[in-house]
């Protein structure tokens, strides 16, 4: 099997939310994924719109890497279609392996354990820790109230316009993804033969 082109690191909610919306962009990353011969690196799940990008990269002939907490197997439904499924001890190896496998990072619509990854990548970049892309899909205005808030941190002085400027915010995944991709400095494969 050839290597895969690029690896993204999702995170995502591991409920569907309530608009269709949601679960129909996580099957456009995961298609996109797999049609430009990339791997998903994701936290392992079955549920939600974890389960959901992971089944549509799987399906387009992507490569996905699931790590999972063995503590969360029972509770998120650990995935056992994953390309390859890593069970670690803790939460934190999980996030740490994560973002060791990814050239990217990028948030889908989620609640406090999406953004508490998302942050977490964000800051590091921010630190020097890694120099990765991170982005943000805000699909159907999800993180409108919170980027209206990230603005006004910047208004009151306590972050950086160069701070916001280190992740990329698009409400389309076709536009976003080979951003963030060739920011990593990769180029994505045209798989003709991908569904
Ligand atoms: P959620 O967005 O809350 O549905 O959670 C999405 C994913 O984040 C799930 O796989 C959770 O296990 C994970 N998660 C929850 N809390 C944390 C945390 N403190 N650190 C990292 N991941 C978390």
């Known amino acids: 099997m050839t290597s895969p082109s690029f690896s993204l690191c999702v995170y995502c909610g591991s409920r569907p939310g309530n608009n269709p919306a949601f679960t129909e962009a996580a099957?456009?990353?995961?298609?996109?994924?797999?049609k430009h011969g990339g791997?998903?690196?994701?936290?392992g799940g079955r549920n939600?719109?974890?389960?959901?990008?992971?089944?549509?990269?799987?399906?387009?002939?992507?490569?996905?890497?699931?790590?999972i907490p063995k503590a969360l197997v029972e509770k998120e439904w650990a995935n056992h279609s994953c390309t390859e499924l890593i069970v670690v001890d803790t939460m934190h190896?999980?996030?740490?392996?994560m973002a060791e496998h990814a050239n990217a990072f990028l948030a889908l619509p989620g609640g406090i354990g999406t953004f508490e990854e998302f942050f977490e990548v964000w800051t590091w970049r921010q630190l020097g820790y890694h120099d990765k892309p991170v982005g943000l899909l805000n699909i159907s205005a999800y993180y409108d109230g919170l980027i209206s808030f990230l603005k006004s941190s910047v208004e009151q002085q306590f972050m950086g316009d160069w701070q916001m400027g280190l992740m990329q915010v698009d409400d389309i995944a076709e536009r976003l993804l080979p951003a963030l991709i060739q920011a990593a400095g990769l180029a994505p494969e045209d798989r003709l033969d991908a569904v």
Do not use: C, P, S
């Open 39 to 43: 791997q998903l690196v994701y936290g």
């Open 27 to 34: 099957i456009q990353v995961g298609q996109w994924i797999g």
């Open 93 to 97: 190896e999980r996030k740490r392996l």
């Open 48 to 67: 939600g719109l974890m389960g959901t990008v992971a089944q549509a990269t799987l399906d387009a002939g992507g490569r996905v890497i699931g790590i």
